[in-house]
């Protein structure tokens, strides 16, 4: 009886992270970088990631090469507008990460103008709180209908 209390919580708590994430996009304060932001700037490392995006939220997977050192995360994110399907591979460089745990938080991300995306490559930056800069090369497939203002929180799985 106790396992059967414990699956039907688990949903219930990813449920409301992901609701969390849905009522605060858009509403961040950050800006999404520019070119300008790294401008002249060496990369501190980089990263590969893959996400999934199905009805205007998405989770998935990454790692982090800081340091010498590879780092598996989690990622879960939402877009703003109606959303879609689209599956998500991106890779690219890492600016301004001092410390390892600069690297969690909630990024930021503007990935051009509203309107309907249908796969294909692209070119995003996020940035956190902590002034982290990811500059990615992306690869989606699917249809996914946004208002150009995405944002994905970011946990390392240490």
Do not use: W
């Not at 932001?37 to 790692?63: C, H, K, M, W």
């Not at 249908?118 to 992306?138: C, D, K, P, T």
């Not at 989606?140 to 944002?151: A, C, F, I, M």
């Amino acid at each position: 009886m106790k396992q059967a209390t414990f699956h039907r919580t688990i949903p219930s708590l990813t449920a409301a992270f992901v609701a969390a994430v849905l009522a605060t996009a858009g509403c961040s304060g950050m800006n999404a970088p520019t070119a300008q932001n790294i401008q002249g700037a060496a990369p501190s490392g980089s990263v590969t990631l893959d996400e999934t995006f199905a009805a205007g939220y998405g989770g998935g997977r990454g790692t982090l090469t800081f340091n010498g050192g590879s780092y598996p995360f989690t990622l879960v994110g939402a877009v703003v507008g109606p959303g879609g399907a689209e599956r998500v591979t991106a890779a690219g460089e890492v600016y301004k990460l001092a410390n390892l745990s600069d690297f969690d938080g909630r990024y930021t991300q503007s990935s051009g103008a509203a309107g309907l995306s249908r796969g294909g490559a692209g070119e995003l930056g996020l940035q956190n709180n902590a002034g982290v800069i990811m500059h990615l090369y992306s690869q989606t497939q699917g249809v996914l209908l946004s208002l150009g203002k995405e944002e994905i929180v970011i946990r390392l799985n240490q």
